[in-house]
């Protein structure tokens, strides 16, 4: 069994920053690309940015320049730095991960959510 665990939301004024961090644990492999998305209420979940296992991101049109994606292999950790936050960006924000459990064994699992709620 896999877990993916999100950290780090909370409240923030407009301008601010914050740090979410997505720690995976249990019968890996290998985490191969991993992603944050955001769901706002009465929203469809959207994907927020990537990062495969060697590196290359990817970015929500909205978010380039503001946030960025990060991972730690070794602590099989993904991480999301937030800056110049908006009221738009309150969402619940998920990890996602495609994670072998065995060399021949990938599957996809989430993490719970963690809400950011920046206000104006």
């Known amino acids: 069994q896999v877990q993916l665990v999100e950290s780090g939301g909370g409240l923030v004024q407009a301008g601010g920053s914050l740090r979410l961090s997505c720690a995976a644990s249990g019968n890996i492999f290998r985490i191969n690309t991993m992603d944050w998305y955001r769901q706002a209420p009465g929203q469809t979940r959207e994907l927020v940015a990537s990062?495969?296992?060697?590196?290359?991101?990817d970015y929500l049109d909205s978010v380039k320049g503001r946030f960025t994606v990060s991972r730690d292999n070794t602590k099989n950790t993904l991480y999301l730095q937030m800056d110049s936050l908006k009221p738009e960006d309150t969402a619940v924000y998920y990890c996602?991960?495609?994670?072998?459990?065995?060399?021949?064994?990938?599957?996809?699992?989430w993490g719970q959510g963690t809400q950011v709620t920046v206000s104006s």
């Open positions: 996602h991960g495609e994670v072998q459990v065995s060399a021949n064994y990938e599957f996809e699992y």
């Open positions: 990062i495969t296992r060697g590196g290359s991101t």
